[in-house]
Nanobody, 118 residues
Framework: QVQLVESGGGLVQAGGSLRLSCAASGRTFSTYSMGWFRQVPGKERKFVATITWSGGSTYYADSVKGRFTMSRDNAKDTVYLQMNSLKPEDTAVYYC???????????WGQGTQVTVSS
């Protein structure tokens, strides 16, 4: 079983930057890709970005393209989400998740709060 722990959340002003980290441990050999999602209370969890462990290919939601960058450090089993030009609408709890080659995200972290003030 893979365990995921997010960190790096906090309070920033609009236009500012923040970098989130997600450290994976346990049986990571079966993990094909990692993803970032975010959720506002009362609303469904939404996709933000994903990256493959092997090739580092990334894909982003339209709402964050050009502002967010996902990366990974294979040696540390850690993925990152660099968030620039933050907007108040980016405020949410951010979760990282691990997926097998089937594309199913079956392991989730505890989440980290990101708050962007205007």
């Amino acid at each position: 079983q893979v365990q995921l722990v997010e960190s790096g959340g906090g309070l920033v002003q609009a236009g500012g930057s923040l970098r989130l980290s997600c450290a994976a441990s346990g049986r990571t050999f079966s993990t094909y890709s990692m993803g970032w999602f975010r959720q506002v209370p009362g609303k469904e969890r939404k996709f933000v970005a994903t990256i493959t462990w092997s090739g580092g290919s990334t894909y982003y939601a339209d709402s964050v393209k050009g502002r967010f960058t996902m990366s990974r450090d294979n040696a540390k089993d850690t993925v990152y989400l660099q968030m620039n030009s933050l907007k108040p609408e980016d405020t949410a709890v951010y979760y990282c998740a691990a997926a097998s080659s089937t594309g199913k995200y079956n392991v989730w972290g505890q989440g980290t709060q990101v708050t962007v003030s205007s």
